[in-house]
Structure formats: C-alpha cells, structure tokens
C-alpha cells in the first residue's frame, strides 16, 4: 500500500494530552455554564492540534442541533458533544458527513452510540471503508501513533442518499444536502445549506487564509487528486448558497470570496508542483524514493508558504502534495 503522507510523522499533529488542571477546569465550565439558546444560528467547535484543528459547524434551530463532520477520534467527537451541550438544552439529532475523510467520519461510534443519526451521500459511504484501510495503515504502521487497537473504528453511516437531500427539522425549517458532481478534496463532496440563513458547510472544499489538504480522496487504495473536480466543485457554491462558507479549517466568508480564494489557491498549487517538477527534470525519480522524497516536499511547502504568507498550517502542504506529486508523475 503506497504510504500516505512523507514517512516524517506530524509534528504539528501528534497526539497531544491536556494538564489535568487544565481538563479539570474545562469540565468545571461546562458544568456550569450558563444554557444559551443559539436558535437560527450557525456555530463551531475547532478541535485541538491533535484533531487537525478541525471545524465542526452546528446549527440549532431551537428544538434540535445538526452537526455537520463527526471529527478525528471519539475523544475529540466527545468534547464536540460536550461543549454543544453546554451551550443549548436542544437535543443533538444528526452529524451529516461532508466527505469520507478520517476526521470527518472517525468519531461516528460516539455518535452512534447515542442514539444519533448519521448521514451521508452513498457515494460517501461506500469510499469509507478504503479510506479507513488507508489511513489506518499509515497512522498505525507509519507513524506509529495509534496501535490497531487504539487507533478509531471506523462505523457505516446510517442514512444515505444520492443527489439532493432535504431534511425538515422540528421547527418546520429545513437543511439540504448537495451531493456534488464532481469530486473535490477527496473522492466525493456533500455541501449543506442551512435553508433558514443560506450558509453552506462544505468540510475541507474550503480552506479559507489556511493552506489545503493535496492528496486527494482514495480510490481503490490510492491516491487520487483531481484539482479540476475541486474548483468545479467551488464554481457550484454560488448557485447553492447566498451566506458564508464554512469551511473544515480555516475563517468563514461569504461565498463569493471562498470560491475566488479557494480557486486561486489551487491553480498556484498545480503552477508550484509543475514548476518545481520540471526544474528538477532527471531528478524526479527521488519523489518516488522514500528516503529523498520529504526534502522535495518541504520545499514545495516552502514555496507556498511564500506564495501566501498570511495562511495557517502550511505544514498540511507538505504532508498532502505527496499525492498531486505522484499523480504529475505518473505516465
């Protein structure tokens, strides 16, 4: 199996526990925080490091919360529920996954073991299980961060659909998912309007003023990245929503400027991996070679993050382009 990522571990991601001091007063403010109804609006939970500092919005329409993106791993799916609940008396109902990624599906099983419903596209649903092998294998053998007994068990979704999906709430409002036609950070793309206010959560479609993730959705146990899916997939945002766009990482913006943003971003990202290729010319095999292949990348890395200085986490560059690397590489 093609390892994913460089063979260097995550510095920036690797797993991280909090003081005791610090948890025991984390469970003190959510005990006794004051309940606030957050009826009509869009909210966020961002995980730590450990968890990518991944968001997961949440919309409460006043008698029961959505959640869209289930997050890395049970304990970080945990302390999304916690701090829902220690913001609202609704009930949490349903996490809709937004694409089969790891920290968008990985914390299913707390979900699940509430009693919540989870929803995704079919086409969603069917990539998680190969893309839960894939994974696996690099944060258990790899990187050695998990054991294959700690690292998350990946559960199937519940509900599925295809196309187009319109949940109506309790309160008579409603959600729709959009299922895209073409992929776009990862093999398949749901969008979610929130139909009361027009704002889209989209997962990581959108990295607003934060480098993206290049590897691309896994199909048939490797990596597949598809640039002109992606910015497709972006051109469709404007026809669907008329708010902000809350991206998996990143700020939130109105759809216009996510899309522009966004695009640009990825026709510099093919423009720096093309060039730097071709002036490496005979060269290139050393992308293939585990042992060479990370310095290429960290300066590939290094180029966007010179490119666009004012973006977060550039080390998701260089831990990702191993995949649109490969794919310019191929014959």
Known sequence: MTAPYSTRFFSPFRSQRRPRALSTLAAIALTFASITSWAGAVQVFTSDAAGFNTHSVWYD????????????????????????????????????????????????????????????????????????????????????????????????????????????????ETITLFELPQPGISSNQTVVRFDQTGDLAVGDLVHTHTHAWLEGGIVNGKPLPTLEGWKAGLAELPRLGTGKVYGGRGVFVPVAQAVAEQTAYLDKADAVVTGYLQRLGSRASELSDPARQGAHHQAIQAEMAKAFPGHAMPDLVGYSVYGLVQQKLAP
Do not use: M
Request: proline share 5%.
């Open 61 to 172: 329409d006043g008698q029961e919360v959505t959640v869209v993106d289930a997050q890395f791993t049970p304990a970080h799916a945990e302390a999304l529920l916690a701090s829902i609940r220690g913001q609202t008396k609704s009930p949490v109902t349903r996490v809709v996954v937004t694409h089969p990624n790891p920290d968008k599906f990985n914390g299913l099983s707390v979900f699940h073991a509430q009693g919540i419903e989870s929803i995704a596209s079919a086409k969603t649903a069917a990539a998680v299980p190969d893309t839960d092998a894939y994974k696996r294998h690099f944060w258990v053998k790899i990187a050695k961060a998990f054991t294959d007994a700690t690292y998350p068990r990946a559960e199937a979704i519940k509900t599925t659909y295809s196309g187009q999906h319109r949940i109506t709430l309790k309160s008579g």
